[in-house]
């Protein structure tokens, strides 16, 4: 499938995604909220694809912001309409895939763009990577989930300090506050993305989708995420994976997963 503003490539059972609108410093806009939902919704039914990797045309930004063009005369009820469709396009229904999607944050990620790479299972940021959630600077709040992830990333108290001085940190002080899983350079951070998605494609994609799903949970209010758990771990016990994967292990011999 061919898109306007999305590169796609799919090899050694990874999805590469890559947002391209370098000249706009990646930002989002309809259209690429748009193909994003259908790039991700195409991966979510492709058995061949088990991981994903996310990230932005160019050195400079992984996505610099949303396309403020867009919304800046919009009403109250158009602008919760634009938060909810986002959250369900694209934001939850990443979080929520049942395959492990990879930020490969290469550059600025602010705004929605740090929403879009803290949707994402994995975070990974070059060294020259900036993060932050200017919002409050535009007279508005983080409307793509920022303030529930960001909180549930880095804790209350940085989250809030972010949030409200619009102040960007570094991948360095990211991977301190738990903002980013790990640091590298900019040449080898796509590489650094191919390491952690080979790991994750050698594993049962079956578990890893109730494991993704039992995580999830545990954010979830009121939901149990002890009961999902249990339920989901359940179900393991019904799948050709987990058939494989204890046999061999008996067998003393790598599994050879099919996704079943």
Not at 58 to 85: P, Q
Not at 117 to 126: K, L, N, Y
Not at 187 to 213: D, F, N, R, T, Y
């Amino acid at each position: 499938m061919s898109y306007e503003n999305l590169l796609t490539e799919k090899k050694n059972h990874t999805l590469y995604i890559t947002i391209n609108r370098a000249s706009k410093l990646n930002a989002l806009n309809k259209a690429v909220l748009s193909e994003l939902h259908e790039a991700f919704s195409a991966a979510a039914t492709d058995k061949e694809v088990q991981a994903i990797i996310l990230t932005g045309d160019g050195s400079k930004a992984f996505v610099a912001g949303a396309d403020i063009s867009e919304f800046a005369h919009f009403s109250v009820e158009e602008g919760k309409r634009l938060s909810a469709e986002g959250h369900r396009l694209v934001f939850d229904f990443i979080a929520n895939i049942g395959k492990p999607v990879i930020a490969a944050i290469n550059g600025f990620a602010l705004g929605g763009g740090l929403e879009l790479a803290m949707s994402c299972h994995i975070r990974v940021a070059s060294d020259n990577a900036k993060m932050g959630l200017p919002e409050v600077s535009l007279g508005v709040i983080p409307g793509y989930g920022g303030t529930q992830r960001l909180t549930q990333l880095v804790g209350k108290g940085k989250a809030l300090e972010m949030i409200v001085t619009a102040d960007m940190v570094d991948a360095q002080e990211a991977y301190r506050i738990g903002l980013v899983n790990h640091v590298t350079t900019a040449e080898g951070l796509i590489a650094k993305c191919e390491e952690i998605a080979a790991k994750i494609i050698s594993k049962s994609p079956v578990a890893i989708s109730h494991a993704i799903k039992a995580l999830n949970a545990s954010l979830q209010d009121g939901v149990n995420g002890f009961e999902v758990e249990i339920d989901e771990f359940g179900k393991c016990f019904g799948t050709a994976d987990f058939k494989e994967g204890t046999t061999a292990f008996l067998e003393k011999r790598k599994a050879a997963f099919k996704g079943e």
